[in-house]
C-alpha cells in the first residue's frame, strides 16, 4: 500500500504511532535469543591490524587465491583468509605537498588530508585497480598482481571514479574492464555523478540536473545479467542504490527517500542529445514501511545483492535507518528483481506547470519508449544502438528520469525491525538445512560494533544471536562472506576480524541447541554434543527443527554428559536479605521458580523475582523461607539448563564462611559483606549528626520539609554473581563495592566529590516510559522495610550519589534561607576535583 503522493509524504514528518500496539510490539523489536559477550568470543575470531594504519574498511575477496585484499588509509594489504596473516603490504600515502595544498583549502590534518584507499577491485588476472581519496585530489593506478606494487607510472585523474570526501557515500564495480562508479564529483561536494569510463566503451554518466541526483549518498551496486535466457534479446544492466533530496512531494519540508537506479551496459548515450550522457538512466523509490503503522524508513545505509541460479531469482536487501522522537530504528527490506523491473516498465512522473506539483504522466509516450534498453524490437526497427534513437525519446528520458511508481518489498512490510539499533551493513547467504530447503541467512553490523544473525523461517524472521565483536563501540563499515571458508570478514576503522558463520559448540543441550533454529546446527541423536551440518564426519545421526512447533528431546538425550545441575547449600542469618542468581542463557526464556517443589505463592511479597537481575529476592529472610529452590528456564515449552539452592536460616552469627553464599570466592565476598555492614553504621553516624545540625539550622520555619543529604561516591566495579546483602538491597547492576576506598586509617568516612550521572549517561533522569511500542519500563529500585536505602546508587563511568532520607524537618522561611544560601556558597572555595556549581547539601 503506498501513501498518497502528497498528504501521505507530508505524513512522514511527524510520525504518530498507534495506542494498540501490544501484538506489534515483540513483532517490531525482535529480540536475539542469545547474546555473546567479546571475551567469549576470543577463542573464534582472528583480527588483523597495523600500528598507525587507520580505516580498515575496502574489502575485496580473492576466494580461489585463499587471499583478502584490504584497503586502509594508505595502505594496501594482502591477508591469509586462513590465519589472517600479513601476506604483502602496499604504502600509498598521498606526497606531503598535496597534504598542505589540502589543509590550505581548508580541510582537516587529522581526518581529511590523507589517501583513504576507497576503490579496490581485480581489473584483468594480472591486475587490480584501486582509487583512493589523495587529500581531497582522488587518483586512481594499476596494482601488478606478480609484484603486488603499484605502478606509479600509470596515475590516473580520479574524479568522478572516486570521492574526494572519505567520510561521502560512494559505491563502484567493475565490469569487463568497465568501471561503474557513482559519487561525488567536485572539491566543494555539490557536484554528483554515475559514471562509466575505464573500459574501451564510451564514457558516459549522468546529466548534471537536479532531476537526475539531487544530494544522493550513495550505498551500494549491482550487476545482473538480464541477457542471459531473455526472449527479447534484453541488455545487461547495473543499479545503484542510494538516498537522496526528493523533488516530488508537496510539502514545504526537506524529505530525504531511498532510490533504486539503473543503466544499461550497451547504453552509448546519444548522437545530438544526451552527448556522452546516459540515454538510459532511471530510477524509482524504494518504500520500506510498516503501513498499519504509517511508519516509514526513508535513508538507506546500505545494499546487499543475493543471486539466485537465475537472474529473476536475485534479491535486494536494503539496510534503512529512521528516528523517531528519541528511539533509534533500523530495518531490514527485501526486494524481488522482477518487482523493480515492472516499475521501470511502468508510467512517468513529471512536474506539471499548471498544478505546479509532480504528477503521473499520463500522455502518450514517445517511440521508442525512452529509457529502455535496447533489445530485438529496437533492431528490427533500425535502432541497433543508442546513438541511432530520435531527439523526441532523448528528450522526453532527459526531463522524465523519474518513474511513477514505488517498489513495493516483498511481503509489503520489513523482514526484519529492531529499535534502539542503528544497522550500517549486511550480507545474506542461503543455507540448506537437514530438510534439504533453503534458508536465508543475515549477518548484519551496527554502528556501535555489533553483529547481528537472523534466519527467515516460514514462521518469520528469527534473530538467532546479537555478537560484540569490538571491545570498544566502533561502527562497522564493511562486510565480506567467504562462501568457501564459511568465515565472515569485518571491517572497521581499527581492524579486520574474521570468524566463523556459526559457532554451535556453545549450545550445551538438545534443547538448546534446537531452539537456536540456526541452519547451520544439529544435535546428534547420541545425546553429547550440537555440531556443524557442513563440517560433520557423519557418526551419528541428526537433529533438527527449523519448524513452527516447538522443538521437543529427549530426555535422556537432552544434554551433554557432565552437565547435571548441583544444587548450592547457603546458610544465611534470619532478618537479612537473600538474592538467588539465575542466568538465564537465553533472552527468550523466562525464569520458573519452585519452593520445595511447588510453585512460590504469588501473595507473598517478601519474596519476588527481579528480570533486571535474573534473581530471586528474599527481603527479610525468616524460618519460614528455609528449604530448596529450584529456577527452571522455559523456552516454548523445552526446560533449559536449571539452578537449584538449598537455604538454611539461622538465628545467631554462628555459621561456616563455606556455606554463606553460592559464589566461588567466598573470602572476599564475606570482607565485603563485613565492610558493608561498618559503613551502614558509619553512614547511620553522620546522618544523626547532621540531622540534629539540620535541626538546628531550620528552627525558624512552620511548615513540613523533607531533608535529603547526596553523599558522592566512586561507582562500583564489576563482580561476581549476587550473594546475600546484610539490610540493604541495590539496583546497581550487580556492584560491589571495595570499602577500603571510603574510609580513612581511623574508621572515618572519606566524603568524594563527583558528579551525579543518570543511568543513560546523561545530567538528567531519563523517563520510565514513552510512545514507543514496546519500549521496556525502567526497574524500580527494590526497598527493603526500616533499612537505609542504597537504591539511587547509579553505575557509570563517573562518580555517583547515595541519598539519604533523613525525615521530616521545619520548613524555614524561604527568602531568608535563599538568601543566606547565597552568601555561604559565595564565600565557599571549591575542591580542586570538584565541580564548583555543585553544593554538597
Known amino acids: 500500500m503506498a501513501p498518497g503522493p502528497a498528504l501521505g509524504m507530508c505524513f512522514l514528518a511527524s510520525v504518530v504511532l498507534n495506542a494498540d500496539a501490544s501484538s506489534f510490539s515483540s513483532w517490531w523489536n525482535l529480540v536475539p535469543r542469545k547474546t555473546v559477550s567479546y571475551n567469549e568470543l576470543k577463542g573464534v575470531t582472528k583480527r588483523f591490524s597495523r600500528a598507525g594504519v587507520s580505516n580498515y574498511t575496502t ?63 581485480t581489473y584483468n588476472s594480472s591486475h587490480m585497480y584501486t582509487c583512493g581519496t589523495y587529500a581531497f585530489q582522488p587518483k586512481c593506478a594499476y596494482i601488478d598482481m606478480a609484484t603486488f606494487s603499484l605502478d606509479r607510472l600509470s596515475f590516473e585523474d580520479g574524479r568522478g ?32 555523478v554515475i559514471l562509466r569510463n575505464l573500459g574501451a566503451q564510451y564514457s558516459v554518466k549522468t546529466e548534471l540536473l537536479h532531476t537526475w541526483l539531487n544530494e544522493p549518498h550513495f550505498v551500494g551496486s549491482a550487476f545482473i545479467q538480464e541477457s542471459k535466457g531473455s526472449d527479447r534479446g534484453d541488455d545487461d544492466k547495473v543499479y545503484f542504490f542510494f538516498s537522496e533530496r526528493a523533488v516530488e512531494f508537496d510539502c514545504d519540508i526537506d524529505q530525504v527517500v531511498a532510490r533504486v537506479a539503473r543503466v544499461c551496459k550497451g547504453d552509448m548515450g546519444g548522437a545530438r542529445t544526451l552527448q556522452k550522457r546516459w540515454t538510459t538512466f532511471l530510477k524509482a523509490r524504494l518504500l520500506c514501511s510498516i503501513p498499519e503503522q504509517q511508519l516509514h524508513f526513508n535513508r538507506i545505509q546500505g545494499a546487499f545483492t543475493l543471486s539466485g541460479d537465475h537472474w529473476r531469482e536475485t534479491s535486494f536487501f536494503g539496510v534503512f535507518q529512521a528516528r523517531w522522537g528519541d528511539v533509534d530504528v533500523s530495518a531490514i527490506c527485501q526486494y524481488q528483481i522482477l518487482d523493480v523491473q515492472k516499475v521501470f516498465e511502468g508510467p512517468f512522473k513529471e512536474y506539471s506547470e499548471i498544478a505546479q506539483k509532480w504528477v503521473r504522466y499520463s500522455d502518450q509516450e514517445p517511440v521508442p519508449r525512452p529509457g529502455a534498453c535496447i533489445t530485438d524490437w529496437h533492431r528490427h526497427n533500425s535502432f541497433s544502438s543508442s546513438l541511432e534513437l530520435p531527439d523526441n525519446t532523448l528528450n522526453f528520458a532527459k526531463k522524465h528520469p523519474l518513474m511513477d511508481k514505488v517498489v513495493q518489498p516483498q511481503g509489503n512490510r520489513p523482514l526484519l525491525v529492531k529499535k534502539d539499533a542503528n544497522f550500517t551493513q549486511l550480507v545474506v547467504e542461503r543455507v540448506h538445512g537437514l530438510d534439504g530447503r533453503p534458508y536465508k541467512v543475515l549477518y548484519i553490523g551496527t554502528d556501535n560494533g555489533w553483529l547481528h544473525k537472523a534466519v527467515v523461517l516460514p514462521s518469520g524472521v528469527h534473530l538467532i544471536e546479537e555478537q560484540q565483536i569490538f571491545e570498544r563501540a566502533q561502527a562497522v563499515k564493511s562486510l565480506v562472506l567467504s562462501l568457501q571458508k564459511r568465515v565472515l570478514f569485518v571491517g572497521s576503522n581499527s581492524q579486520v576480524i574474521q570468524l566463523p558463520v556459526a559457532d554451535c559448540s556453545k549450545y550445551h543441550s538438545c534443547s538448546d541447541c534446537l531452539l537456536a ?34 522443538a521437543m528431546c529427549n530426555p535422556l538425550r537432552a544434554s551433554r554428559p557432565g552437565t547435571r545441575v548441583i544444587a548450592k547449600n547457603i546458610t544465611v542469618v534470619a532478618g537479612t536479605d537473600l538474592v538467588l542468581p539465575c542466568r538465564l542463557t537465553s533472552n527468550l526464556a523466562r525464569a520458573l521458580w519452585t519452593f520445595n517443589g511447588k510453585d512460590l505463592p ?82 547511620l553516624l553522620v546522618v544523626f549528626s547532621l540531622r540534629r545540625r539540620l535541626r538546628e539550622a531550620l528552627e525558624k520555619g512552620s511548615k513540613a520539609i523533607e531533608s535529603t543529604l547526596v553523599y558522592p561516591i566512586e561507582p562500583p566495579k564489576e563482580a561476581k554473581s549476587p550473594t546475600f546483602i546484610p539490610s540493604a538491597t541495590s539496583d546497581s547492576d550487580e556492584k560491589l563495592w571495595d570499602p577500603a576506598s571510603y574510609y580513612y586509617s581511623d574508621g572515618s568516612l572519606k566524603i568524594v566529590p563527583g558528579h551525579a550521572v543518570c543511568q543513560n549517561g546523561g545530567t538528567t533522569p531519563s523517563p520510565t516510559a514513552n510512545g514507543i511500542p514496546g519500549q521496556p519500563l525502567q526497574s524500580p529500585p527494590l526497598h527493603s522495610p526500616n533499612r537505609i536505602n542504597l537504591g539511587n546508587i ?48
Not at 602496499?90 to 581526518?111: D, M, R, V
Not at 567520510?167 to 562508479?181: C, N, P, R, W
Not at 527568602?815 to 565541580?835: C, H, T, V
Open 794 to 841: 547509579r553505575g557509570s563511568s563517573s562518580n555517583g550519589y547515595i541519598r539519604l532520607n533523613l525525615g521530616a524537618e521545619e520548613r524555614p522561611d524561604y527568602s531568608d534561607l535563599a538568601e543566606e544560601l547565597r552568601r555561604k556558597l559565595k564565600q565557599r572555595q571549591a575542591l580542586p576535583d570538584s565541580n564548583p556549581e555543585e553544593s554538597s547539601v
Open 517 to 550: 533454529k540456526d541452519p547451520y546446527c544439529a544435535w546428534t541423536w547420541n545425546g553429547s554434543r550440537c555440531v556443524r551440518i557442513d563440517a560433520y564426519d557423519g557418526t551419528s545421526l541428526l537433529l533438527q527443527d527449523l519448524g513452527v512447533e516447538p
Open 59 to 121: 574489502l575485496t575477496l580473492a576466494d580461489a587465491k585463499g587471499l583478502l585484499y584490504v584497503g586502509a588509509r594508505e595502505a594496501i594489504f594482502a591477508l591469509s583468509t586462513s590465519s589472517m596473516e600479513l601476506e604483502e603490504a602496499i604504502l600509498w600515502e598521498a606526497p606531503a605537498e598535496k597534504k598542505a595544498e589540502c589543509i590550505q583549502k581548508g580541510k582537516s590534518n587529522q581526518t581529511d588530508c590523507f589517501n583513504y584507499i576507497s576503490f579496490l577491485q
Open 602 to 683: 504469588e501473595e507473598q511479597t517478601s519474596v519476588l523475582y527481579d528480570s533486571h537481575l535474573q534473581a530471586l529476592i528474599i527481603l527479610g529472610v525468616s524460618l519460614r523461607h528455609g528449604g530448596r529452590y529450584r529456577c527452571a528456564q522455559l523456552e516454548e515449552l523445552n526446560e533449559l539448563t536449571a539452578e537449584s539452592y538449598v537455604v538454611s536460616v539461622v538465628s545467631g552469627p554462628a555459621m561456616s564462611l563455606e556455606t554463606r553464599a553460592p559464589l566461588e570466592n567466598l573470602g572476599l565476598v564475606w570482607m565485603v559483606v563485613i565492610a558493608l555492614s561498618a559503613m551502614c553504621l558509619v553512614l
Open 161 to 192: 571514479k572516486c570521492p574526494y570526501d572519505p567520510a561521502k557515500g560512494y559505491t563502484g564495480l567493475i565490469v569487463e574492464q568497465d568501471l561503474y562508479s557513482a559519487t561525488l564529483s567536485n572539491f566543494l561536494g555539490t557536484e554528483s
